[in-house]
């Protein structure tokens, strides 16, 4: 039953919002970037446990807390709170250069983080430097003119390395897991195998792309990773086991998704997107945890839509008012300070991805950013050659052809950004939620009014 006004100051997040008993994924509806730190870090209080499922260090968080701002690529969000468990799963691919400098960092501002609040899955793969060599080589050599002279436009990667990282995850041969790290002599055989068949592809790519690059060695890459395998070792668990040891003790997991449903592997808008299930599916492959156990997906949305890098976004705005929601916004990338590409809310994709994904409640942020505009506007369908077209794109070539259709909505002023409930937003702020919740079938249960943990209006 929802939370009464009466009661609403004693009551706790988790009973405001109307979660179920249990586990609760939080998982982004669009390209990323939506502000699923914050939910975390505002959810983390009421959780047990806070489990990182997919990507890497290209994904980027930011939290605000009091005066103090924190940017995660990898560390999960919980790790702000004392006492918590946080798990980085076998989902995650670990960038150990990064991971140790945020471990650093983050000690620097007084944070606890030792083995008995972080784990890091013995399975998850290991992001190394050949990784983003390959990555920046691999893009350029895609946007090179071909035999057919066409010139693309590129993936839009970040360079962390992330996808070659995940495609030696599937190739095997020459993956690198966490728990190698443990091992270093065996490591050392395994990388004098590995080495000269990356210097192959490498030296191929840079013969093509006439770029140049210095071949690996294998023992100073092995100098180099022990360092930080010393570091992160100790973190070293069977988290899989661990999580369901905690469910086992009736404690609460919050799995928290990096990147976002538009961007996954499989359901994304493919060939642009990141290199693993950011959807909610993916919490299960990437922790070990099975989806019967998850009662809780909790879809975070902006109040508009974002996309960095390549593809089609059918509600790009380039005028003033896209520029103006970037500004507002501060609509700039996390990890790699990029502008984002800003336009109108797309409420067709985020039906696909709220099923996709089986979003059990929704959560817009950034609703402040379109305090002022004078209306407001919804993509409500698509259309191609003037006939309407039913469901979602399964190719960014088709995507690029669609037309959105807009419901115009009146807009709302500021500021919102001290509403502590939906019921003290505006009216014309009111009817947008509604008018998304009614869109997609899915309660709003949060709007975010600020970037703070206390700018935020519950239902």
Not at 50 to 59: I, L, S, W
Not at 163 to 185: F, I
Not at 217 to 238: F, R, S, Y
Not at 255 to 270: C, K, P, Q, V
Request: some cysteine; proline content about 6%; overall charge negative.
């Amino acid at each position: 039953m929802p939370t009464t006004a009466s009661n609403t100051e004693s009551a706790t997040l988790i009973e405001r919002m109307g979660l179920k008993p249990g586990h609760a994924t939080i998982v982004g509806l669009q390209w990323g970037d939506e502000g699923k730190g914050k939910v975390v870090d505002m959810l983390a209080a009421e959780f047990d446990a806070v489990a990182r499922y997919n990507g890497g260090a290209n994904a980027g968080h930011t939290v605000v807390v009091g005066d103090e701002k924190y940017a995660l690529h990898l560390m999960p969000s919980g790790i702000l709170y004392p006492g918590k468990v946080n798990v980085l799963g076998n989902g995650v691919v670990i960038d150990p250069e990064q991971l140790v400098k945020e471990i650093t960092g983050l000690r620097e501002r007084g944070l606890t983080i030792d083995p008995a609040t972080l784990f890091i899955s013995s399975r998850a793969h290991v992001v190394l430097p050949y990784h983003k060599t390959q990555d920046r080589l691999q893009e350029a050599a895609y946007t090179m003119p071909n035999a057919l002279d066409q010139v693309v436009e590129g993936i839009g990667t970040t360079g962390r390395g992330i996808g070659p990282c995940y495609a030696d995850k599937a190739l095997r041969s020459t993956a690198v897991r966490m728990a190698d790290l443990a091992d270093l002599e065996s490591l050392r055989h395994q990388l004098h195998r590995i080495v000269p068949i990356k210097n192959a592809t490498l030296k191929a790519l840079c013969e093509y792309t006439g770029e140049t690059h210095e071949p690996i060695n294998a023992d100073a890459l092995l100098d180099w990773i022990k360092p930080l395998a010393d570091i992160l070792v100790p973190h070293l668990a069977d988290t899989a086991g661990l999580l369901h040891k905690v469910g086992d003790e009736d404690k609460r997991i919050l799995f928290e998704g990096a990147n976002a449903t538009l961007l996954d592997i499989d359901h994304g808008t493919y060939p642009y997107v990141t290199s693993s299930n950011c959807s909610s599916l993916g919490a299960h492959t990437g922790t070990g945890v099975p989806g019967h156990a998850v009662g809780n997906v909790i879809g975070i949305v902006k109040a508009y839509q974002t996309r960095v890098g390549g593809g089609p976004m059918p509600t790009e705005l380039n005028d003033a008012t896209g520029d103006r929601i970037r500004e507002v916004g501060r609509e700039f990338g996390t990890t790699t300070g990029r502008p984002r590409r800003c336009g109108w809310i797309d409420l067709v994709a985020l039906r696909y991805t709220a099923r996709v994904s089986g979003a059990t409640a929704v959560c817009v942020m950034l609703l402040d950013v379109l305090a002022d505009l004078p209306e407001l506007k919804l993509c409500t369908g698509y259309r191609v050659d003037g006939k309407a077209y039913d469901g979602y794109p399964a190719t960014s070539e088709e995507l690029a052809k669609v037309e959105p259709v807009y419901e115009t909505l009146p807009g709302f002023a500021g500021p919102v950004d001290g509403c502590k409930s939906i019921a003290e937003l505006p009216e014309s702020a009111r009817a947008y939620l509604d008018f998304i919740a009614d869109y997609l079938g899915v309660p709003v249960v949060l709007a975010s009014v600020g970037p703070k943990r206390d700018q935020s209006a519950v239902r």
